[in-house]
């Protein structure tokens, strides 16, 4: 059965607002939770890792200010998509590992956002 | 150049046929390897591990060339259903300040199984 678990499976947004969506770990804490992004016909890419209690690392290009953050209990981590755009449609992923550094990520059912 | 390749294809087999393609990495330092398959517009999910004995789980079998730095999928008897695109993972070494070890994505293999 799915150990991660994401929240909305789809969202239509007009231009200029924002949007949080839920990651939650199913039966184990995750202090690290990773959020991708994947365009169509694209591989997925690392947005950010999300820590428990700290402040998120972004990768490079990601900006922190529109793609905010939280991970605020050891099962559930937030993103918030800020004044979205509709280039900011895309596939929204989140995911985390029941194990240790070397073990397989176990994904959320994803977001799929679209932006009018 | 990038750190883990995949051919794209699609690869159309037809159905009982088998199809097996790879996945280069360039890192020698990559220490975890799994295959994950993507249908259309849904998550990744784990298909298999791969060891570096190799491995079989039914139909699927993967193997790991650490040589040559490449681990391969193998899909035996295709089934209409494993149409997918199949997504090589690679885990670098944890010897580095991401203690959760750097994941690496392939961008995918399609598969197409024909009747």
């Known amino acids: 059965g799915a150990v991660v678990s994401q929240h909305p499976s789809w969202v239509i947004c007009k231009s200029g607002t924002s949007v949080k969506i839920e990651c939650r770990s199913l039966?184990?804490?995750?202090?690290?939770m990773f959020w991708y992004r994947q365009f169509p016909k694209q591989s997925l890419m690392l947005m950010a890792t999300?820590?428990?209690?700290?402040?998120?690392?972004?990768e490079q290009g990601v900006e922190k200010d529109k793609f905010l953050i939280n991970h605020a209990s050891l099962t559930l981590s937030t993103l918030t998509v800020t004044s979205a755009h509709p280039e900011d449609s895309s596939f929204y992923i989140c995911?985390?590992?029941?194990?240790?550094?070397?073990?397989?990520?176990?994904f959320g059912n994803g977001t799929r956002l679209t932006v009018t | 150049r990038k750190e883990v390749e995949q051919d794209p294809g699609p690869f159309n087999v037809p159905e009982g046929a088998t199809v097996a393609f790879n996945c280069t990495y360039s890192?020698?330092?990559?220490?975890?390897f799994f295959w994950y398959r993507q249908d259309c517009r849904k998550e990744p999910k784990l298909l298999m591990s791969?060891?570096?004995s190799g491995n079989e789980d039914g139909r699927f079998t993967a193997q790991l060339n650490r040589a040559s730095q490449y681990i391969s999928l193998l899909i035996r008897d295709s089934k209409l259903s494993d149409s997918a695109t199949y997504l090589c993972?690679?885990?670098?070494?944890?010897?580095?300040?991401?203690?959760?070890?750097?994941?690496?994505f392939g961008a995918g293999t399609q598969v197409v199984v024909t009747p």
């Open positions: 791969v060891y570096s």
């Open positions: 995911s985390a590992k029941t194990g240790g550094a070397l073990s397989p990520l176990h």
């Open positions: 993972v690679v885990t670098l070494s944890i010897m580095t300040t991401d203690s959760w070890g750097k994941l690496q």
């Open positions: 039966d184990f804490q995750a202090t690290t």
């Open positions: 999300s820590n428990e209690g700290s402040k998120a690392t972004y």
């Open positions: 890192n020698s330092a990559s220490q975890s």
